[in-house]
């Protein structure tokens, strides 16, 4: 039996995130996944949000990202679109980008990381007990791991093995989407009718001079809203074809699909993301409608919130009531993706006069500025707020990428959370802090900072005079002159004093 310090079932976008992380800490961590390769059949998902390209920077990654992509405002509710240019932070906008290239360069960062892998393998079979979890895989081998963590998607094994319960709605709608070949010229773009939404475009592109530029041949994307809800199987090229035939009245002779899926409004979330030694994240956790893209960056934010926690956890720094964090703040902000994808859902139906008064209202209030900024900072993912207590505006919430000026020189602080470490910036007179009992785990930083604060949706809040931030960017103490509340912090998040 091979041992390993955390076992992460599932190597998509969250399960390389969390490895990521682990790998950071040093921490003894593998991947089991099903594909033999990272290559992923067609495009599938698509675009990052604002908070995620923060995430992706204060690990040093994000411009791999957008030398690939296509920056543009992506955030948006219920087809309304928003413009966030005005909100302060490095990265005002999303990035269009499929998740075949996501895939591809977060596992090309975890590659450098030295992670094991453990390709073209599935996860069978998984026991817990008091030390530590046993994971059987398809081609008879056992692995060993203190804690196990279950990436693997909506249909999670790892989550029904542990037994935990996945309550929510069942679907009330469902699409196919695909890509494949056609042999006549189809009708390209968006269409509604009766039944919902439908569209197709060109799969290939390229970025000119910023602009994305669209092939004029070659394969296609295809989205096409069913009259009913579609059956728990997998869908064939036959029920891509009748799809077509019924809102277009042709398939366009459609034939050599890359792939072929169904995706639909089921909504549900785990009732709790640990169990144990087992934990749960991205759409193991919670799936919903992908109305509005916010499924990836979910899971993609929940790997960092969880990373750090579980590699303290491992490594004897923290006790193992730190992971019960990672449910109490990650739980909230799924559950509140769940509603906003449900609402969103109810207003894009197709409906009559009532639902058109509906859907005019909704889109008239978001034009408004303080709407705007509120549902905006939702959707990008930039007005998360953990509940860690009363305080300043800046508790539990994003630390802002500050330029600041470390011993002379400019220092920008996503720079500082490059190595998944947690940072105590001084703000006010260099050598004020004493934090010599976690001198191994936190980094004490002397800074200058002249500029305004200032955070999405809420706008400028007080200067502090120093700022405790946890490695997942979020600040876990602010001071206000004083020293109070600090110790109490450190060894909440980081472990008692040594």
Request: hydrophobic share 40%; proline share 5%.
């Amino acid at each position: 039996m091979t041992e390993h310090a955390v076992v992460i079932v599932g190597g998509g976008p969250t399960g390389l995130m969390l490895a990521g992380e682990l790998a950071l800490a040093r921490v003894d961590v593998a991947i089991v996944e099903r594909r033999a390769s990272q290559d992923l059949p067609g495009s599938r998902a698509g675009g990052l949000h604002a908070r995620t390209i923060e995430v992706l920077d204060q690990r040093g990654i994000a411009d791999r990202f957008l030398a690939e992509g296509q920056v543009a405002q992506v955030a948006g509710f219920a087809r309304v679109s928003f413009d966030i240019s005005d909100f302060p932070t490095r990265h005002p906008y999303g990035l269009g980008l499929w998740q075949n290239h996501i895939e591809r360069i977060l596992a090309g960062w975890v590659d450098e990381l030295a992670v094991t892998s453990y390709r073209g393998r599935e996860a069978t079979g998984l026991a817990q007990d008091d030390t530590g979890v046993d994971v059987e895989l398809s081609d008879g081998q056992s692995l060993r791991a203190e804690y196990v963590v279950g990436c693997d998607g909506g249909r999670s094994l790892i989550r029904k093995e542990t037994g935990i319960e996945f309550p929510g709605w069942d679907p009330t709608t469902s699409a196919l989407i695909a890509e494949a070949e056609m042999a006549e010229e189809p009708e390209l773009g968006m269409r509604q009718d009766a039944v919902g939404q439908h569209g197709i475009g060109r799969v290939e592109y390229e970025i000119r001079d910023g602009e994305l530029i669209f092939a004029d041949h070659g394969p296609v994307r295809i989205m096409v809203t069913e009259q009913h809800v579609g059956e728990k199987s997998e869908p064939t090229l036959e029920d891509l074809s009748e799809a077509l035939i019924g809102v277009y009245g042709t398939d366009y002779g459609i034939h050599s699909p890359t792939w072929i899926s169904r995706f639909t409004d089921m909504t549900r979330q785990a009732a709790t993301y640990r169990k144990a030694r087992v934990l749960l994240a991205g759409d193991a956790a919670h799936v919903h409608s992908p109305v509005g893209g916010q499924g990836l960056n979910t899971g993609v934010q929940d790997a960092q919130n969880l990373g750090w926690k579980l590699a303290q956890v491992v490594k004897g720094v923290s006790p193992d009531s730190l992971l019960d964090t990672y449910h109490d703040e990650r739980h909230p902000v799924a559950a509140r993706v769940l509603r906003n994808t449900m609402a969103q859902v109810a207003l894009t139906r197709p409906g009559d006069a009532r639902l058109d008064a509906l859907r005019d209202t909704v889109s008239d209030l978001l034009s408004m500025d303080e709407p705007r900024k509120r549902y905006a900072g939702m959707m990008s993912g930039l007005d998360i707020h953990y509940e860690l207590g009363e305080g300043h505006p800046l508790l539990g919430r994003r630390m802002p990428d500050l330029d600041l000026v470390t011993t002379g020189r400019p220092c920008r602080v996503f720079t500082l959370l490059q190595d998944a470490r947690p940072v105590l910036l001084d703000l006010g007179q260099a050598g004020g802090f004493d934090i010599t009992p976690w001198a191994d785990r936190v980094q004490l930083v002397d800074a200058d900072f002249a500029g305004i604060w200032e955070l999405p949706v809420l706008g400028q809040v007080a200067a502090p005079s120093a700022v405790l931030v946890r490695p997942d960017g979020y600040v876990a103490w602010v001071g206000d002159g004083t020293h109070d509340g600090l110790e109490e912090a450190l060894s909440r998040w980081f472990g008692p004093p040594e």
